[in-house]
């Protein structure tokens, strides 16, 4: 095996999960002078500092993370929502301001500019807050200015410990190998505090930045626009080099994938939604493709891993090998890839207020959020429930005898209308508080906690039904969900995160604190499918052919359509999404467009827009907390993701399935709007499958697709690897915005993709 095969095998065997341990509970700055942002720094520093060491055999790329959990959590045995992986840093004076003692929850939909370290060195960075610390009149500037300081000064020290251990490992080695320990010893000396030298460096910083990101905030860091932030660093490497070098590096970004575990409020081991993105346009508006996205497909052939996911996005400047090179790997079956429209998501940004070269330069997050790498946050401001919408109502009409079609969509509408009003209100006041407090009014926030206008403990707006952990009991029920804590944003900072954000070192002000340059936020539009369907099932069989009465159905649905077997039959039968089948299609758009628009009307109080996506978490965890809905599914049963079709639905093909999605306003919808289609493997099983994938791609794109994400994948194998799982160790397949080994996965998660098939 070549140096990728075996780092392979090392990396699924998760070998370096041998020097991970639980931080021992004595690990505290809570007692340090200084404020909570500096404790918590200090708190970043000592893990930097006591960390174990791991440098495998053939590994170019060094480091791991061997911190988690506490010494009262049992092994390795947890959801990675609950590493809690920070020395205590919060004080007796920090619980009595803020009502509560210290949470280890993160925050999500971070991409950072890597470059921005990479351009200058950590030495340069420290020097930055040094004089940000000392010149700044503020005092929150002054305790964020010395939290980047202490928390860099710690990571500069953490790469100077790996550059002495590979030197120590260089003495006792014989052979080829101690070259390469020397290169990196050398290497990792010189990033500690200088710009990389060269390509294998500045692989080497991305990953010890990405490593202080996620140590620091747990999970849910993106790596934005790698190919573009690596290619200004190669100098005479040839492209089997680069095609190795890229390969270590994807290889580390599955680093924490064992830390990922089966665990009844989650789905089974899955990746953490950790992407790159390659391709697009520059933010000068040229073609970004080089030869380290080359190597970055070339290298994903090898690795074939589940994580990182690959956001490829698609513009007709793109050379051609670029879309071919990404359709092949697609095609093999390697289900982490999803595609997007360059020139409708680049035009949408523009449109809804972006400058053309932040338009350009987005990445993706999490689930396929669009995020603009290293100048905005996008953390979710709040969403709207489609479904939940319709389902209430629903109820609210049913005790109406002069309801028509149009009365009704008029009620629905302002139910969605209502629910956003009140829920990125709520955010704004939250935002507009948080930024008072920057400027020294902590009396505002605090006040708005007191008279309940900020609720700290309230999920995120409009999501919290939508991430609902499964319960296997009801005795469970929101005993083990973990909540959204707004005011983690002032007890948890992020100092390592908001250097690598433009803006955040020039305001003063940490990434959760709303200092990055850009104050735009997401908005999820969920439930779409659902609502779409039910919509179509009541137009039809009772306001057109008047054959129910909404209360029969409100009725229905509250028995989970038991003794209703006859009309839940012909709901079922109603006309369904993703048949291009206008009778539904056309409702569909003008509900999309509606809360698309309506979202827009509201600015956020940093002068950002909040930008709206249709968007749908796991289809399995989400269903399980909606009721019976009208066109005919059961209550707690799975739900589509975003804009893809309901299991058994999809009559006219995939094809069919795309042009529905095309007419949706993709306009009104900046922020995700995601068809997942699942094909046969047979289907691009010839030699030239890779081209027709694209071909079908960019004929999507071409009706004004934004984002698909595909599942390639033979539907007996998913039969018979519940039935044989050590056949198929290497089956990937897509469930929604993460990637995962099928066999992984529970027995329901499986079941339900299977049904995609059906």
């Known amino acids: 095996m070549n140096r990728l095969e075996k780092l392979r095998e090392s990396t699924v065997n998760t070998e370096h999960a041998q020097v991970r341990i639980c931080m021992p509970e004595e690990w505290n700055t809570s007692a340090e002078p200084g404020s909570l942002p500096e404790r918590k720094a200090l708190a970043i520093k000592m893990i930097f500092e006591e960390m174990p060491l791991y440098i495998g055999e053939n590994e170019l790329i060094v480091g791991t993370r061997s911190i988690y959990g506490r010494t009262s959590e049992t092994g390795l045995n947890m959801s990675c929502f609950d590493y809690n992986a920070m020395p205590h840093y919060v004080n007796d004076e920090d619980r009595k301001l803020f009502g509560f003692d210290q949470e280890y929850l993160s925050k999500a939909h971070y991409a950072p500019d890597f470059g921005i370290v990479l351009d200058s060195g950590i030495d340069a960075l420290i020097e ?3 004089r940000l610390e000392a010149q700044s009149d503020l005092e929150e500037t002054r305790n964020f200015a010395a939290s980047v300081r202490i928390a860099y000064e710690g990571l500069a020290d953490l790469i100077r410990r790996y550059a002495a251990y590979a030197g120590e490992l260089a003495e006792k080695t014989t052979g080829e190998r101690v070259e390469e320990l020397k290169k990196i010893a050398k290497g990792c000396a010189h990033i500690a505090g200088d710009s990389p030298a060269d390509l294998q ?40 080099e680069i095609r190795e070098i890229m390969g270590c590096l994807l290889l580390k970004m599955y680093d924490q994938y064992d830390l990922v575990l089966a665990d009844k409020n989650l789905m089974g081991k899955y990746s953490a939604q950790h992407n790159i993105t390659i391709g697009g346009l520059t933010r000068d508006g040229k073609d970004s493709c080089s030869r380290v996205t080359k190597g970055i497909l070339e290298a994903a052939k090898i690795t074939r891993l589940p994580e990182p996911l690959i956001s490829v996005r698609v513009n007709e400047k793109n050379p051609s090998w670029f879309l071919h090179g990404a359709a092949e790997l697609s095609v093999s079956g390697l289900n982490s890839m999803a ?70 969509v008029a009620a629905y509408k302002r139910k969605i209308a209502e629910t956003i009003d009140h829920n990125l209100d709520a955010w704004n006041n939250w935002e507009e508080a948080v930024r008072e407090w920057n400027r020294g009014n902590r009396e505002l926030f605090l006040e708005r906690v007191r008279s309940g206008v900020i609720d700290p403990f309230e999920p995120a707006l409009g999501i919290g039904d939508a991430q609902a952990a499964a319960q296997e009991s009801e005795e469970d029920a929101g005993e083990n969900q973990k909540k959204e804590l707004y005011i983690q944003s002032l007890m948890s900072p992020l100092p390592i995160t908001s250097a690598l954000y433009h803006g955040c070192m020039k305001n003063g002000v940490d990434i959760t604190r709303c200092g990055c340059e850009n104050a735009d936020k997401g908005v999820m539009i969920l439930g779409p499918v659902i609502a779409f369907n039910g919509l179509a099932a009541l137009k039809l069989r009772v306001f057109e052919e008047k054959r129910y009465t909404l209360k029969e159905v409100w009725q229905a649905l509250q028995d989970n359509w038991e003794g209703h077997g006859e009309m839940r039959s012909r709901m079922w039968t109603a006309p369904k999404w993703c048949n291009d089948n206008d009778y539904v299609d056309q409702d569909a758009a003008a509900i999309a467009k509606f809360a698309g628009d309506h979202i827009r009307l509201h600015r956020t109080p ?13 289809p399995v965890f989400a269903g399980r907390n909606i009721m019976a809905t009208p066109e005919g599914r059961f209550a707690g049963t799975p739900i589509p993701v975003s804009l893809s079709p ?14 529905s999605a095309a007419k949706i306003p ?34 999507y794109f071409k009706l004004g697709g934004i984002q698909h994400q595909p599942n390639i994948v033979d539907p007996a194998a998913l039969r018979d690897a519940q039935v044989h799982p050590e056949r198929y160790k290497d089956l990937i397949i897509r469930m929604w915005g993460v990637s995962a080994h099928f066999v992984d996965l529970p027995r329901d998660v499986q079941d339900e993709f299977i049904a995609r098939f059906e």
């Open 128 to 130: 930055e807050a040094k």
């Open 201 to 240: 460096e500045a692989c080497q910083l991305v990953w010890f930045l990405y490593l202080g990101c996620i140590i620091e905030n747990f999970q849910f860091i993106n790596y934005g626009r790698i190919d573009q932030v690596l290619a200004p660093y190669i100098k005479d490497e040839t492209d089997d």
């Open 666 to 699: 993709h306009s009104s919808l900046e922020w995700n709007s995601c068809l997942m289609l699942q094909y046969y493997a047979s289907t691009f099983a010839e030699e030239d499958g890779a081209d027709k994938f694209a071909e079908l791609l960019l004929a």
């Open 339 to 408: 595609y997007y429209n360059d020139s409708v998501v680049i035009d949408n940004l523009h449109k809804a207020g972006l400058k053309i070269e932040d338009a350009r330069d987005y990445a993706f997050g999490l689930c396929q959020d669009i995020l603009i790498q290293g100048r905005g946050d996008h953390y979710c401001s709040g969403g709207v429930n489609l479904t939940y919408m319709l389902l209430d109502t629903l109820e609210e009409c049913s005790e109406r005898d002069d309801v028509d079609y149009e009365t009704f």
């Open 606 to 618: 940093g002068g950002g827009v909040h930008l709206s996506g249709i968007h749908q978490p796991h």
């Open 646 to 659: 309901e299991n058994g639905t999809l009559e006219e093909g995939p094809t069919a399935g795309m042009k």
